[in-house]
């Protein structure tokens, strides 16, 4: 255990990888995996085969390669299911719509593309213009 405050920095790196190996729940995945699109491999537990252990178990560069690839695809889908707004950052609506009347508070009512008009007034505010 550190005692005091000046050792601070002695305890930092385990503080980062303390912060960066726990899932976020916002995202539902950690920051690690974000970054670097696998979980945290610790020494003992090797997932991806060093050159040296690839020569040694030898393995085909073909087959190699195509698990990389395997693998780097599989980053992107990560990232993209991730970065998905949900809970209470997932959008009410989304349109487009046609603004079918004007409030003089500054308030819209809209339609969307079938014709059927929105129940309640939305703020002008809240409406991005959309240019065809």
């Known amino acids: 255990m550190v005692q005091g405050s000046r050792q601070w920095h002695e305890k930092l790196p385990f503080a980062l990888l303390g912060y960066r190996t726990t899932v976020r729940t916002s995202v539902g995945a950690t920051p690690y995996l ?9 020494h003992v537990e090797v997932e991806i085969l060093s050159l040296r252990n690839i020569k040694e178990a030898e393995i085909d560069d073909d087959e190699w390669v195509k698990n990389r ?3 780097l695809s599989l980053i992107d889908e990560k990232r993209l ?3 998905e707004a949900k ?7 989304q349109g487009p719509f046609v603004v079918k009347k004007v409030l003089p508070n500054g308030s819209l009512y809209l339609t969307d593309i079938e014709g059927k008009m929105s129940e309640m007034a939305i ?7 959309y240019y065809a």
């Open 34 to 42: 974000l970054v670097y699109g696998t979980e945290v491999v610790i």
């Open 69 to 71: 690839l395997e693998q």
């Open 81 to 83: 299911t991730s970065a």
């Open 87 to 93: 809970g209470k950052f997932a959008p009410n609506w």
């Open 123 to 129: 703020n002008a505010d809240g409406v991005k213009r």
